[in-house]
């Protein structure tokens, strides 16, 4: 018996419903295909899986044309449309893709951002073997000063990534830090530096007009720098990612997202709204704790993840 409760409450994928709206309603196939209440129900499902108001009209009204078109007959169709819809609006603009690194030889600068707790230091701890295995030679500075741990967490991640690493006394200043990280890279021979920042200070504007401090500094120190500022984005966390991305992107010059948590979460329709709306595209995935689940975003492996989610 409680077999079946719990079979009963089993959610469906995006996909399914996405389906039944179309094919499954005997009415809808014998009068009008995909007529408007069908459309709107598609519309109502694609807002409930966070794709947010304008990717949402965006996919509604191209399955709408292609159908009009004859082009949408079947489910293998409709999922064809709506699959590189997603993945169309999720891919970075034409030359983004990945990481942008300075040439060999030059100092590149990695600056991370996040609140507290989404997963930046485990992030950042993957970035930096990430890029070992590239052959670059990477230096962490602990530019959260404010939490305590952060830095002792850092260093940890640095010794087991074998890079470098730059500290800093609790409370100090993370320019100072991010500074003195640059020359210690310079120094030590390192091509890539990635700072941590804090996630959370006594306000939210101390906490923005630090950030923008520290990439101030960057910018004057090393040229081209910080080549990539990064935010961590928790993905299980829905609707609220965005209003993070918002945030830090009207204080910083975001270039891009990590999404960590992946694993961790059935849906995926924020990354959709991330993009559309913010225009901010996911350079890297979080798929678990290890060291090694890191990977690049692929949007056509994400759209079919996303209809395969709830
Ligand atoms: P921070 O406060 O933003 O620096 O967050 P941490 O890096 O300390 O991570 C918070 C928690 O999330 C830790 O328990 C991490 O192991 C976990 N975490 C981070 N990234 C991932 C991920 O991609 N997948 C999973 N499953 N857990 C993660």
């Known amino acids: 018996m409680s077999r079946l409760f719990r079979r009963a409450e089993e959610k469906k994928s995006l996909w399914q419903r996405i389906k ?18 069908a459309l709107e129900r598609l519309e109502e499902t694609l807002l409930a899986a966070d794709f947010g108001a304008s990717a949402t009209l ?15 007959r079947d489910e293998a169709d409709l999922k064809r449309v709506v699959l590189s819809e997603i993945a169309g609006i999720v891919a970075p603009p034409a030359g983004t893709n990945g990481l942008r690194l300075a040439d060999r030889g030059e100092l590149t600068v990695i600056l991370i951002v996040g609140v507290n707790g989404v997963g930046k230091t485990t992030s950042i701890g993957k970035l930096a ?5 590239q052959g670059r030679s990477v230096l962490l ?13 850092l260093q940890i991640w640095a010794e087991r990534t074998g890079s470098g690493f730059v500290g800093a006394r609790p409370g100090a200043d993370p320019a100072a830090v991010a500074f ?34 520290v990439e101030r500094v960057l910018a004057r120190k090393v040229p081209g720098a910080p080549h990539e500022t990064l935010l961590v984005l928790d993905a299980t ?39 559309q709306e913010l225009g901010l595209t996911v350079k890297l995935v979080g798929t678990g704790e290890g060291i090694g689940d890191i990977e690049p975003f692929d949007p056509q492996a994400f759209a079919e993840g996303v209809l395969a989610g709830e």
């Open 20 to 37: 039944e709206i179309a094919f499954t309603d005997v009415t809808v196939i014998m009068k009008g295909g995909l007529d408007e209440d």
């Open 58 to 72: 965006r996919v509604v009204d191209r399955v709408e044309a292609l159908y009009r078109e004859g082009k949408i």
């Open 129 to 133: 073997n990430m890029l070992k295995r």
């Open 141 to 153: 500075a602990a530019g959260d000063t404010f939490r305590a741990g952060a830095i002792d967490q």
């Open 180 to 213: 003195d990280a640059v020359d210690a890279a310079r120094n030590r021979g390192h091509d890539v530096v990635i700072v941590d920042t804090a996630g959370r200070l006594h306000t939210q504007s101390d906490l923005m007009a630090e950030l923008q401090k």
């Open 237 to 275: 966390v829905g609707q609220n990612a965005l209003s993070q991305a918002r945030l830090f992107g009207e204080a910083l010059s975001l270039s891009g997202l990590i999404l960590a948590k992946l694993d961790s979460t059935a849906k995926g329709g924020v990354v959709v709204a991330l993009r």
